[in-house]
């Protein structure tokens, strides 16, 4: 069992530091997939513009999940306390659960507006990744 925790803590982590660099990438100056990553009002404008301090903050905290994830893999010694390192990862098992089910308007499994660019890739990509690193990270808890 200890090798299929490994695995996909090694996926989370992998997934956390991926969506850190796509952030930090952003933060300083790229523009790639930003207009994509960005929900979309009924009136066809974006919801929000996050300014780079936001984005700063989003990609450090994703970082941060990357490291608590990685401390639950059993070929290293714990690095992070092991209760600190619990109470954040059911963080990040409520934080993903929740971003998963959505506001029911533009983000999220049960949003109002589905026919925008970003509601598409939020239906095929982003809700259902918030689904598996909730649930990955939950199993991991309960396994662990």
């Known amino acids: 069992m200890n ?3 490994n695995i996909i803590v090694l996926v989370n982590t992998l997934i956390f530091v991926t969506l850190s660099s ?11 997939g930003i207009e994509k990553a960005i929900p979309i009002t009924e ?3 974006l919801a929000f513009l996050p300014g780079k301090f936001a ?10 999940f ?8 059993t070929v290293i010694d714990l690095w992070m306390e092991l209760p600190f390192a619990i109470y954040a990862m059911w963080l990040i098992v409520v934080i993903f659960y ?3 089910v959505g506001d029911f308007n533009l983000i999220g499994f049960f949003k ?3 026919e925008t660019d970003f509601a598409n890739n939020d239906s095929k990509i982003y809700s259902p990744l918030c689904f598996y690193l909730a649930s ?3 199993f991991v808890l309960l396994v662990k």
């Open 43 to 45: 009136k066809g404008k």
């Open 22 to 32: 796509i952030h930090f990438y952003w933060v300083f100056g790229g523009r790639l």
């Open 3 to 5: 090798i299929i925790i």
């Open 136 to 138: 990955s990270s939950l």
């Open 98 to 100: 929740l971003r998963a």
């Open 66 to 73: 990357a490291s608590v994830s990685f401390s639950f893999i």
């Open 112 to 114: 109002k507006i589905k």
């Open 55 to 64: 984005t700063l903050i989003v990609a450090v905290g994703l970082l941060f």
